[in-house]
């Protein structure tokens, strides 16, 4: 499985900002032709959710 980044609201840097941070455990699911992925940080171990196009979501499955 390919590297997936995602935003984290709980790692922020000085700017308040979220940063993008690597997701692990992540689990792709799909709901009326939406993909997306759930994981958590690998930095704090925040839960992290992104949206995905399908072919992102075929290349992580």
Same mark, same amino acid.
């Given at each position: 499985?390919?590297?997936?980044?995602?935003?984290?609201?709980?790692?922020?840097?000085?700017?308040?900002?979220?940063?993008?941070?690597? *997701?692990?455990?992540?689990?792709? =699911?799909?709901?009326?032709?939406?993909? =997306?992925?759930?994981? $958590?940080?690998?930095?704090?171990?925040?839960? *992290?959710?992104?949206?995905? =196009?399908?072919?992102?979501?075929?290349?992580? $499955?």
């Amino acid at each position: 499985m390919a590297e997936l980044k995602g935003l984290c609201m709980r790692c922020r840097d000085e700017n308040k900002k979220p940063t993008m941070q690597v *997701m692990k455990d992540i689990k792709i =699911s799909e709901k009326n032709n939406r993909y =997306s992925a759930k994981g $958590q940080c690998t930095t704090c171990d925040g839960n *992290m959710f992104k949206f995905m =196009s399908k072919d992102d979501a075929a290349k992580h $499955q």
